[in-house]
């Protein structure tokens, strides 16, 4: 593991500084960051500019410093700046700024840049005392980490007003520990390539029919999001689905059950970690028609056949070194028939799911899972969003080190 002193050495870091007093240390900030290699770049709202300069800032951080949407003749690409960090630290995070962030509003560059950042975000917020525990910053704050993002801890100290209380910025050092640490827990599965399938497949019957089932995708695309997340390098191999696949990530699209099979084959060598998230059909029509089924008798017969196990397959050319994960979807003798599974297919975890759970299962966007291990351990898990279940499912399967 990286030591966390070379943690942001070329790490993509966007500031995005609010109007507060604490704006001055944002200069040590950035001075600290190009110190330890990072690539800075600082965004400002018009309010901050009062109290730190952009030429200040734009010297120590060798890159200039935008704080309008656009001017006369150009226009700030605020889609692309958020795209291009790594990390979006909005330093010192006022309570106005906060309370933009927390219902969507943007009227300046900085929170049309939070808007649109598809990286992690970052706050240290800062103000004084009885506006940090205001009950509507209070409710803006836990909003904003309701979004996802990452609230550094104020502190208690003299405030600029000169009242002493909580609502103290974190101190710039802090900030670069806090940063290090995050990156460091964030590239735990760097350097691995992970796939994923997720969603149905869909077996034609003739050119408007097909068999299908409900998979919604979701707890795929969740998985591939986490991973993503800590540093993978992620393919997800999906049927057909309704959701977005999320930036970031490596995706091919497949319909039949044969498809998928031969698309998961062609990667799996070089793959570290497979999760088998996807309900393939295990029954494909023997022949397609090639033209509409026409109504005719009062009972039409089908000849279906067995579709290639996907995991099965992989568990039988799998490498010591390659970790295999596979679902069992079940409406009884639950954890029997995950165990047996796990060891007909050869898989490393199997993560059981119980359609006798209320909430888990098939287009919820929660999930409830018990995840075996290959001694048979067991690992129960409560009712979580699909977000939460993936860094169960994540943190469950790489604690033994076997990546
Ligand atoms: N699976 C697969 N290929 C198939 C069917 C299933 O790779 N043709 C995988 C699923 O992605 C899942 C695991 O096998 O990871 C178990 O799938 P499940 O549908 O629960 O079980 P089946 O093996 O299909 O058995 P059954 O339908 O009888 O429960």
């Known amino acids: 593991m990286i030591p966390p002193f070379f943690m942001l050495t070329n790490k993509k870091i966007l500031i995005g500084v609010s109007g507060s007093i604490a704006a001055y240390k944002i ?10 290699g990072a690539i800075v770049k600082v965004i400002m709202t018009p309010a901050s500019t009062a109290f730190v300069t952009p030429l200040t800032l734009s010297t120590l951080s060798k890159n200039e410093v935008l704080h309008s949407l656009a001017t006369d003749s150009s226009w700030a690409n605020h889609v692309l700046l958020g795209r291009w960090a790594d990390v979006m630290l909005i330093a010192p995070l006022s309570c106005n700024t906060l309370a933009k962030m927390a219902h969507g509003l943007c009227d300046n560059l900085l929170t049309a840049v939070y808007l649109s950042a598809t990286c992690k975000v970052l706050v240290a917020p800062a103000m004084d005392e009885d506006m940090w525990h205001h009950a509507t910053t209070k409710e803006n704050i836990e909003k904003i980490k309701s979004f996802g993002n990452l609230v550094l801890p104020v502190h208690h100290g003299e405030l600029a007003s000169g009242l002493r209380g909580e609502g103290r910025m974190a101190e710039p050092e802090e900030m670069i520990t806090y940063l290090q640490n995050y990156f460091q827990q964030h ?48 393919l997800l191999i999906h049927g057909p689905i309704k959701q977005q696949i999320p930036v970031g990530m490596h995706s091919i699209s497949v319909q039949t059950a044969q498809q998928m099979y031969d698309a998961c084959m062609k990667v799996f060598e070089n793959t570290d970690i497979f999760i088998m998230a996807a309900a393939v059909a295990d029954y494909a029509v023997a022949e397609i028609s090639e033209t509409k089924i026409k109504k005719k008798e009062d009972e039409l017969i089908l000849t279906l056949h067995k579709t290639p196990d996907i995991l099965k397959q992989l568990g039988a050319i799998k490498k010591k070194e390659q970790l295999l994960v596979g ?31 209320k909430g888990a299962g098939f287009g919820y966007d929660s999930n409830k899972i018990t995840i075996f291990d290959k001694a048979e351990n067991c690992f129960e898990f409560a009712l979580k969003s699909k977000k939460e279940v993936a860094a169960d499912i994540v943190n469950t399967i790489t604690q033994k080190g076997h990546v």
Do not use: W
């Open 327 to 357: 679902f069992a979807l079940e409406t009884d003798h639950e954890k029997e028939n995950a165990i047996k599974k796990l060891k007909l297919k050869n898989a490393d975890y199997m993560i059981l799911n119980s359609m006798r759970d």
């Open 187 to 234: 590239t735990t599965l760097a350097g691995k390539q992970i796939v994923i399938t997720a969603g149905p497949t869909y077996e034609p019957i003739d050119p408007v029919r097909f068999i299908g089932n409900h998979s919604s995708g979701k707890m795929g695309i969740a998985l591939a999001e986490e991973c993503k997340n800590r540093g993978a390098t992620v």
């Open 27 to 36: 200069a040590v900030l950035v001075r600290l960051l190009v110190k330890e």
